[in-house]
């Protein structure tokens, strides 16, 4: 592996741990952050140079703490920062050790970045940011906006935090619910990023998804009368299972009807099962999470995907459509009606969202349209679904799989 990328796989494994302790110090996410993003760039300038150092996390937790104390010696802050941060020596072996970072303060980094004083679509941008690792360009992608919009977003609501003097700890008992909603949908996004990359050249992040499941294991046991916490967790950990069957051995994407299902986690399986029998329990009404994590389980439950049981799957989606009216959760449950009602009314169902706006870029509409147009017999249709498809998919394994697909729609056709 090259030193640069080393630094960018230092960085993911590392940056929320590296950023949480910073914060601890410095009691400001913000700067916290901006010293965290410095010494990744001087990582990027000296390793290519120098060397790849033998602790990378270190050299870049040890590079961090040393900008975090000039840059507040520079300005001339007097207060009670700078007198923590100078009374401690600049290379002391604890706090250059990302390590130090406990998965309470990863937590408490998670629940600032979700503050209620910033909008939604920035906490969770911030998030992603910080917890995640993830790149401005990579959470544009995410949330198909421009990248000059979301790095104009992830810079105000970091002032905005610290001119609110948010505080960097995890919400008390009595606060908490009302703050749960936001981070369950961050972690998800972070998780989301992993299970399906959104840019690179990788389809599955695995080191993201893995911190989003580590995440929602913390706030389980933080929060255990929280049916959703445990349903997130549940959804987390089912998607996971099948992990070693989502790729071939050159990396192109395998999807869930060719998976090879003995190559799926089981030991993950019956964690998400036995944290979807826990959110079951609880008496409260099901949630957005639980409802998918329960859609997951009819999955993981069948031997084959030709005993999936579709008609259970498509009432589960008929009530998550009335709790995320989403065009996307439409189209999903637009695959359930293909296997319960045919490939005549799954057209129409998806046909009803391609005016949708937000679907616009959208790829996965379009590959799911071509699976549907192929079953009716309507093959330079579907390969032509599958060539616009594969125009706007975000990664190049997606791309050359689509393409691939088109080329088999239709093999009569001149290329």
């Not at 009807?257 to 799926?264: F, K, N, Y």
């Not at 329990?281 to 997951?296: D, E, R, S």
């Amino acid at each position: 592996m090259d030193a640069r990328r080393t630094v960018e796989a230092v960085w993911r494994m590392h940056s929320a741990r590296l950023v949480a302790s910073l914060t601890r110090l410095v009691h400001d996410v913000g700067l916290a952050e901006d010293v965290a993003q410095e010494a990744f760039l001087s990582a990027l300038a000296q390793w290519p140079r120098d060397g790849v150092p033998d602790e990378p996390a270190a050299w870049l937790a040890t590079v961090a703490r040393r900008r975090a104390i000039d840059l507040i010696r520079r300005e001339r802050l007097r207060d009670d920062r700078y007198a923590l941060l100078a009374a401690a020596p600049r290379d002391e072996p604890h706090d250059a050790d990302p390590g130090t970072a406990t998965d309470d303060d990863l937590l408490a980094l998670v629940f600032v970045a979700c503050h209620p004083v910033l909008s939604q679509q920035s906490r969770a941008a911030l998030t992603l940011r910080m917890v995640g690792g993830l790149t401005t360009d990579e959470i544009a992608r995410a949330f198909l906006v421009p990248d000059a919009t979301i790095g104009q977003r992830i810079s105000r609501a970091k002032r905005t935090l610290a001119e609110a003097e948010v505080p960097f700890a995890v919400p008390d008992a009595d606060a908490l619910p009302a703050r749960l909603s936001a981070v369950l949908e961050v972690v998800y996004l972070i998780f989301n990023e992993g299970y399906a990359a959104t840019s690179g050249d990788r389809w599955i992040r695995r080191d993201l998804a893995e911190q989003a499941v580590r995440l929602g294991r913390i706030l389980a046991g933080l929060m255990p009368r929280e049916p959703e916490v445990h349903g997130l967790v549940a959804l987390m950990e089912l998607q996971a299972s099948r992990f070693a069957a989502r790729t071939g051995p050159d990396g192109q994407p395998v999807l869930l009807p060719e998976q090879d299902r003995t190559r799926w986690d089981r030991t993950l399986v019956a964690h998400g099962l036995r944290a979807l029998a826990r959110a079951r329990t609880l008496g409260k009404p099901l949630g957005p999470y639980t409802v998918q994590a329960a859609i997951a389980a009819c999955h993981a439950r069948a031997a084959r995907y030709e005993e999936t049981d579709w008609e259970a799957i498509l009432a589960l989606y008929e009530a998550l459509t009335q709790l995320v009216p989403s065009p996307v959760t439409h189209l999903n449950r637009a695959v359930a009606v293909l296997h319960v009602d045919g490939p005549r009314v799954a057209l129409d169902a998806v046909d009803a969202l391609r005016g949708d706006p937000r679907m616009a870029r959208y790829h996965l509409l379009g590959a799911v349209r071509a699976d549907f147009l192929l079953r009716l017999g309507r093959h330079a249709e579907a390969a032509e679904e599958l060539e616009r498809a594969a125009g706007l998919a975000p990664t190049r394994h997606e791309r050359m799989m689509l393409m691939t697909r088109a080329a088999a729609a239709n093999p009569s056709a001149p290329r």
